[in-house]
Structures are given as C-alpha cells and as structure tokens.
C-alpha cells in the first residue's frame, strides 16, 4: 500500500489508494494543509494506469518534487519527496518499509 508520509509529522500519513487526491488548505480537499502559503486547491495526485501523476493546479507558490517546481503534471515515484510550501511528504509504500525496518504496525 502507497502512502504520503509527513516529514516532521506534519500531518498524519495518508493512503494513496483513489484514483484522485486532492491536497490545498481549503478544508474541501483530502490532505488539508492549513500553511498560509498553501493554495485553497494546490494540487492533486492522480492514479492513471499504475503510474502516479502530480499535477499542481496552478497554485501561487508552486509544487516542488525532489527540488525542482513543476509546471502541470509530473509522474512521481516511489521516495520522491514532494513539497508544498513549508510542507514535505514523500511517497511510501507501507510494506516494503515495514520489512526494511521491522515495523509492522503501520503495514
């Protein structure tokens, strides 16, 4: 199972697992960021076809993946770290961490 996991616990982890993820400090969105720098509807995650698409909606301070802002839709993997604002996540995927570091509880 994929997972959007906080740095800093930030926000508590989220299941990547509809086709469509909303993330924005409006309190409509899936993953509600209440940063000031955050757009109401910042960005989305898309699950298309196995891959992992995401899109920044047009958001005033921008998306970031491993660094560098995207403009549009961007395909993201595994480990990317993702930031919005002040806020980090990267993409996890629970089992694969839970055999590296003997964690089961979160798997």
Do not use: Y
């Not at 906080?6 to 509600?32: C, Y």
């Not at 480990?79 to 996890?92: G, N, P």
Request: aromatic letters at 6%; a negative charge; charged letters at 25%.
């Amino acid at each position: 199972m994929l997972k959007l996991q906080f740095k800093n616990n930030a926000h508590p982890e989220v299941a990547v697992n509809e086709m469509r993820l909303t993330i924005g400090r409006d309190k409509a969105n899936q993953v509600a960021l209440e940063q000031a720098g955050i757009s109401g509807f910042h960005a989305e995650i898309h699950n298309e076809d196995g891959k992992l698409l995401l899109v920044d909606l047009g958001s005033t301070n921008g998306t970031l993946v491993n660094g560098t802002r995207i403009q549009g839709r961007r395909e993201i993997k595994l480990w990317d770290t993702i930031q919005i604002d002040t806020v980090e996540f990267e993409i996890v995927d629970c089992v694969f961490h839970a055999i590296v570091t003997g964690d089961f509880a979160k798997a």
